[in-house]
């Protein structure tokens, strides 16, 4: 576990294993979709086993923020290399969320903390996906993102 405590006081960014903090995040990992979900609640179902193997494979960055010890921010990124390009290492979001109550400034530090520990992994960058219902694409372009792509999805 690598600690920054140096947000604010009480406030710890970490890197940890996702098998040592599934249980803590799966909260916050299931209200995400109530945000932003694209496809119906209960088809959420996240695979822990699938996890934990990407993490043994080194596929896998998980980032967390506590306060006075208790998670309030998770972050979850494939590390991968591309199957197209396997010399470029470009981190997806799997979840990146903040609890409701500290969002702003500091989720805004746990993004911009996260960036940095991606780039110093000698990831080229970081793909962020941004739902309509949860907008923060002004703050994705104030920290230097730019748009790549706009998805689409047609239901069957």
């Excluded at 576990?1 to 098998?19: F, N, T």
């Excluded at 959420?44 to 306060?67: I, N």
């Amino acid at each position: 576990v690598e600690v920054d405590q140096a947000v604010q006081s009480g406030v710890a960014l970490q890197s940890e294993s996702i098998g040592d903090v599934w249980g803590e995040a799966l909260p916050l990992v299931q209200a995400a979709p109530q945000e932003v979900g694209t496809f119906p609640p209960e088809a959420f179902q996240p695979d822990r086993a699938f996890f934990e193997w990407l993490d043994s494979q080194g596929y896998l960055r998980t980032y967390t923020m506590r306060l006075d010890g208790r998670l309030i921010g998770f972050g979850l990124f494939s590390f991968a290399p591309h199957p197209f390009y396997p010399s470029i290492l470009l981190p997806t979001t799997y979840v990146n969320t903040v609890v409701p109550e500290h969002r702003g400034r500091l989720s805004v530090r746990f993004l911009m903390w996260v960036d940095r520990e991606l780039e110093e992994s000698d990831a080229i960058g970081v793909s962020r996906q941004v739902h309509p219902g949860c907008d923060y694409s002004r703050t994705l372009e104030r920290l230097r993102y730019v748009k790549t792509e706009t998805s689409y999805l047609k239901r069957f």
